[in-house]
C-alpha cells in the first residue's frame, strides 16, 4: 500500500441503484482493507430500505442537506457537519428531506466493496438511472455485507 492524494473531482463515479451517485474516494484496495470511502450525492425522497452490515461499521458525514435516520429504531435528523456512526450488525436506514444531501460514508474495516459496485453502474451524465431495489436486494445476498431487514421505516414517505 502507497500514500495517494485524491482531488474532489477525482475518483470514480457510479449510479448507485438505490438512488444516488457516488463518487469513490478511496478503495479497499487502496487502503490496504482499513476502510472505504465514498461520497454520496443524493436527491430530496431518496429513502433505503431497513437494512445492517454484520461486519462493518458505517460512519456517515453530512456535507449539504438533511437526513432523517432511524438508527436502532430511533429516529434523528442530521444537518450539514453532523454525524452519523453505525456500529456494525444495527439496523439502520435513512431518508433525504431535503431537496438534496451530499455526504461523504467512511465504511470501516474495508469490506462490502463488492455490494456497492454490483449495485451500481458507472456513471454517465445525462443518461437515465432508474432506482432498482431489486438490483440491491440481489447484490446483499450475493456479496453478503449488507443484510436488507425490510422496507423503509419511516411513516411518511414521500409519494412518487
Known amino acids: 500500500m ?3 492524494v ?3 473531482t477525482d475518483g470514480e463515479l457510479r449510479w448507485f441503484s438505490g438512488g444516488g451517485v457516488h463518487r469513490w474516494m478511496a478503495t479497499a484496495e487502496q487502503t490496504g482493507g482499513s476502510y472505504l470511502m465514498f461520497e454520496d450525492r ?3 425522497g431518496k429513502v433505503t430500505p431497513l437494512h445492517l452490515h454484520p461486519d462493518a461499521d458505517e460512519s456517515m458525514y453530512l456535507l449539504e ?3 432523517l435516520i432511524q438508527l436502532d429504531g430511533v429516529e434523528h ?3 450539514p457537519g453532523g454525524l452519523v456512526m453505525v456500529p456494525r450488525g444495527t439496523p439502520h436506514a435513512f431518508l433525504v428531506t431535503s431537496e438534496a444531501a451530499r455526504m461523504l460514508v467512511l465504511i470501516t474495516p474495508g469490506v462490502g466493496e463488492e455490494f456497492f459496485l454490483d449495485a451500481s453502474e458507472p456513471y454517465v451524465e445525462g443518461a437515465p438511472h432508474e432506482v432498482d431495489f431489486g438490483k440491491i436486494q440481489q447484490s446483499a445476498r450475493t456479496n453478503g455485507s449488507t443484510v436488507i431487514l425490510g422496507p423503509p421505516p419511516f411513516a411518511n414517505l414521500p409519494v412518487g
Open 2 to 4: 502507497s500514500g495517494f
Open 6 to 8: 485524491r482531488a474532489a
Open 42 to 44: 443524493m436527491e430530496g
Open 65 to 67: 442537506g438533511e437526513i
Open 77 to 79: 435528523r442530521v444537518g
